[in-house]
C-alpha cells in the first residue's frame, strides 16, 4: 500500500511485516480494495481477542522447456492463521500450512533439503507491543525483509537462505516512527534444514520514509554461521509508489566461506525489481525481473521475466495468471504459464 502512503505495514497489519491477519482498519482497506467496493462496518475500538482467517490456493501450471513436450501439474495449498489475544500487549500467533501434493523445492549445494514437509507450520510466535511504536516477537517465522514479496520461488528468498523452509526461531524487535523503522534480530535453526546448514546469526533492517511516506528506502545487514559457511549478507531495498503504480525492488550480496577444506570464498548476487500498475482498485498488473549470480565454485547465472495480472473480485476472491519465462545461462530457458485461485474466509 505504499503507493497510497502508508509507508510501514501496520496500519492495516497486527505485524509490522506485514502479509499477516489485518486489523478491523486494514479489513476496510481490504473491502475498499475489491470489485465490489464494500464498506467494511468496523468498531475500532472494540477489543477482539481472536483473529483467524482460513485461505486456500489452487494452482494449475503448464510449463515448457527446451525439448517439446509440455508438463502441466496442480497443486493447492491450505493455510490457517491465527492470532489470540492474552492481554492488550501480548498475543500469540501461528501459520500452518498444508500442500497437496507436497512441494518440491529445488536442490543445490548450498541448499541440500530436497523438499518442505506436507504439513508445516510457517509461524509460531509469542508477540508483545509495550509499547504502540514498539513490536517483539519471539519464535519462529522468516526473517525480516525489506520488501515482503509473495512469492517465496524468487532468488532472493529462495537463495539467500535455505529457501521456503526458512522460517528460523528468532527474536526480533520492530522500532517504528514516522519517519523511520528499526528492525534488529537473532536467530538460530528451526530444525528443518540438513545437517551442516543450520545456522545461526544476527541482522538489522533500517528504513527511512521519504516523499509524504511515498517512498521507503533502507538497508539490510546479516551475519550467519553453520558448520559449513560463514555468511554475510549486505542489501538495500526500497518500496515507492504514487497513486495507481508503484516499484518494489531489492538487491543482496551474500559472502560465503567455507569452513574446512580449502576455506574458498565466493559471492552471491541477486536482485529483483517489480513495477505495478492499478487500472482500478481491484485489478493490478505487474511486471517483475529476478537475477541470480553466483561465482566459482558454486557457479549460477539466471534470471527471469514474470508479467502479472490479479483481480480481486471481493475480500474473500481473488484470481491471478502470470507468465514466468526464465533463463539459465547461457543457453537454457523454460516458460511457465501459472493460473491461480485464492479464497479467504471471514476474518
Known sequence: ????????????HLSPQGRGLLTEYGKGIDD??????????????????????????????????EQPERATSAAVRLWYR???????????????SVDAPARAQEVTKLQPQPSQPQAFVRQALLEVTPHKNVYIGIGRDT???????????????ARNGQGLTDVPTQAKLFWSTERFQVAPYVYGPSGQEAPGFR???????????????????????????????????????ARFGMGRWGVLT?????????RSGEQRRFDQYTGFVQLFFYPTDWLVTSLSADRLQMDAPYSDARWYLRPEVSARLNPHITIA?????????????STAFVLQLFLKSVN
Open 1 to 12: 500500500m505504499i503507493r497510497l502512503g502508508y509507508a510501514g505495514c501496520q496500519a492495516c
Open 82 to 96: 491465527n492470532t489470540t489475544r492474552l492481554s492488550h500487549t501480548l498475543r500469540v500467533s501461528g501459520t500452518l
Open 321 to 333: 495468471a502470470s507468465l514466468r519465462d526464465q533463463y539459465l545461462l547461457p543457453s537454457q530457458r
Open 199 to 237: 545456522s545461526s546469526g544476527a541482522g538489522v533492517l533500517a528504513e527511512k520514509y521519504l516523499v509524504g511516506d511515498h517512498l521507503a528506502a533502507g538497508i539490510a545487514l546479516r551475519m550467519a554461521r553453520n558448520t559449513t559457511f560463514d555468511e554475510r549478507l549486505a542489501g538495500v531495498y
Open 250 to 258: 531489492e538487491h543482496d550480496v551474500v559472502r560465503r566461506a567455507e
Open 143 to 157: 526473517l525480516p525483509s525489506g520488501v515482503e514479496i509473495a512469492d517465496q520461488a524468487t532468488y532472493v528468498r
Open 32 to 65: 475498499a480494495q475489491s470489485s465490489r467496493h464494500g464498506a467494511y462496518d468496523a468498531d475500532e475500538d472494540r477489543w477482539r481477542r481472536l483473529f483467524h482467517d482460513v485461505r486456500l490456493m489452487t494452482q494449475l501450471t503448464s510449463e515448457a522447456r
